[in-house]
């Protein structure tokens, strides 16, 4: 059985950081490409941040780069989301997912873990 389980969310002032961790079970972590996603009330969910197998190559959101970084460490499957200079409009729920691909296509379905809440105070 698949299983993502995020913790780390919370409130925070603005400009406060928060950091969000991810663990995976059930797959072979290392094979899996992981992201980060969002999702504020009232909106659709939201890209974040991805990460290669290794963590060589990451990609983010033009909203959070330079603010957040992702993270991953394969022997203990887990990928982290480093959020730093929080803002409001940061304030979702945040999802990790993993997938597995070959040459860009997905070749297995998408993970979501069940999220966790972040909110940002002015």
């Known amino acids: 059985q698949v299983q993502l389980v995020e913790s780390g969310g919370g409130l925070a002032q603005a400009g406060r950081s928060l950091r969000l961790s991810c663990v995976v079970s059930g797959v072979p972590f290392a094979l899996y490409d992981m992201s980060w996603f969002r999702q504020a009330p009232g909106e659709e969910r939201e890209f974040v941040a991805n990460i290669s197998l290794t963590g060589v190559i990451t990609n983010y959101a033009d909203s959070v780069k330079g603010r957040f970084t992702i993270s991953r460490d394969n022997a203990k499957n887990t990928v982290a989301l480093q959020m730093n200079s929080l803002k409001p409009e940061d304030t979702a729920v945040y999802y990790c997912?993993?997938?597995?691909?070959?040459?860009?296509?997905?070749?297995?379905?998408?993970?979501w873990g069940q999220g966790t809440r972040v909110t940002v105070s002015s």
């Open positions: 997912a993993a997938v597995r691909t070959n040459r860009g296509a997905a070749v297995t379905p998408t993970y």
